[in-house]
């Protein structure tokens, strides 16, 4: 029930504003119809602009939608004009305004997210759950961009507000299952990395932390491929030569996300990641092929064998014939597996590589280990192999 109480006696404020209260079963909303900030005059923006702010953090109950539908609107309109005001005007962002922006963000984004029944979920098949209150949350993405990329943006100022626990809420929400609100985090935290150089270390440190979860404990988090995509362009811009927690990233976390079942999702981007690191760090002879591929379930992983050996030739065509014979033991004895292997298109895959000029040259100067590896698997499904 929205009351509008006394509408022509109505005494106008200060600021040029009108009480509205709408009042719900479980709370009581108070607010004020204020200007548009554009139609006062620039020196009562600011204070316009800080009270408008504290507006929007009213957060709204979209599952309900027949509830607060005016007041919903109302608030819609707010965000809108508060994306356009800072997208264009000068001298609204006052020291003051920092920890306003910051809290009304906090109050809209940070929440707890629907569990997610990963035994039934599958997000190859099933359609994500959308964020109902989107219309809301998206504009407070946008504004907060905008804030982010403003000229006059003064980290040394927001770094008091922006810290370590706002990142860790930041970074809890990639497992949104709407994929808008991750593709938006994305960019928040792709302009917090550059802007906070103080925030850097701990922002690459949690990330791999939700790696690291991912692989050896719960095997779900929807926002894998976007954190993969953030590391992606941090990488590219590492100085050389890289550091121990770089190459530790590698053999740790990249290397041991080929083993999950759910790779194909995320696939494009762990390659992409994999050029990254493999262009800035040459040397290959500690990796161990062990770790990049533990294959058990053959029947699950037949896919992910087949990523694998593209995966694998990529990164052979760029090896150093010295550090190639430190890890062709291993190496071909996974070649052998796959070469093998009763699922066609794995065996197919891993004979291409004798096609590969380069990997042949490899081949032919190291014979006298690569061959007797090789002899049997070869021989036996020349022999016996279903689909010769």
């Known amino acids: 029930v929205f009351v509008l109480s006394y509408f022509q006696e109505v005494q106008m404020f200060t600021d040029r504003s009108l009480r509205l209260e709408c009042v719900g079963e479980n709370k009581t909303f108070l607010t004020f119809l204020r200007p548009v900030l554009t139609d006062v005059p ?25 509830s607060d539908l005016k007041m919903k609107e ?7 004009e508060l994306v356009d005001y ?79 626990k706002f990142v860790l809420q930041l970074l809890e929400l990639f497992d949104s299952e709407d994929p808008r ?3 938006y985090l994305k960019t928040v935290l792709h302009r917090i990395y550059g802007k906070f150089l103080g925030l850097r270390a701990f922002i ?13 404990e719960t095997e779900h988090f929807n926002g894998v491929a976007e954190l993969l995509e953030i590391l992606g362009s941090i990488i590219n811009g590492f100085a050389l030569p890289l550091k121990a927690e770089h190459k530790q990233f590698l053999v740790k976390v990249l290397i041991p996300l080929h083993t999950v079942r759910s790779l194909s999702l995320f696939h494009a981007q762990v390659r992409t990641l994999r050029h990254e690191v493999i262009n800035q760090w ?15 379930q053959e029947i699950l992983e037949e896919t992910l064998d087949v990523m694998f050996l593209g995966e694998l030739e990529e990164i052979l065509d760029v090896i150093e014939p010295t550090q190639f014979v430190k890890i062709q033991e291993p190496l071909f004895k996974q070649i052998s597996r796959c070469v093998s292997s009763p699922h066609f298109q794995v065996a197919e895959r891993a004979l291409y590589y ?35």
């Open 42 to 66: 620039a020196p009562e923006q600011p204070e316009l602009f800080l009270k408008k702010l504290q507006q929007c953090c009213t957060v709204f109950d979209f599952m309900d939608t027949l």
């Open 74 to 80: 109302y608030k819609r309109s707010t965000l809108n």
């Open 86 to 164: 800072v997208t264009v005007s000068r001298g609204y962002l006052t020291e003051q305004a920092y920890p306003e922006v910051v809290k009304m963000v906090s109050h809209n984004i940070f929440r707890t997210l629907p569990p997610s029944d990963s035994n039934e979920f599958d997000p190859e098949e099933d359609e994500p759950t959308l964020e109902a209150s989107w219309p809301h949350l998206q504009l407070v993405y946008e504004f907060f961009i905008r804030f982010l990329e403003s000229q006059e943006f003064q980290p040394s100022i927001a770094k008091k507000y922006i810290d370590q």
């Open 181 to 183: 609100e991750r593709d």
């Open 204 to 216: 690459r440190k949690q990330i791999n932390n939700i790696f690291l979860r991912f692989v050896y």
């Open 282 to 296: 040459q040397e290959l002879g500690n990796v161990r092929l062990k770790g990049f591929k533990t294959m058990s």
């Open 354 to 388: 004798w096609n590969n000029e380069y990997i042949m040259s490899l081949i032919e100067e190291n014979s006298s280990v690569i061959l007797p590896i090789m002899f049997a698997s070869l021989y036996r499904i020349s022999k016996e192999h279903w689909n010769p």
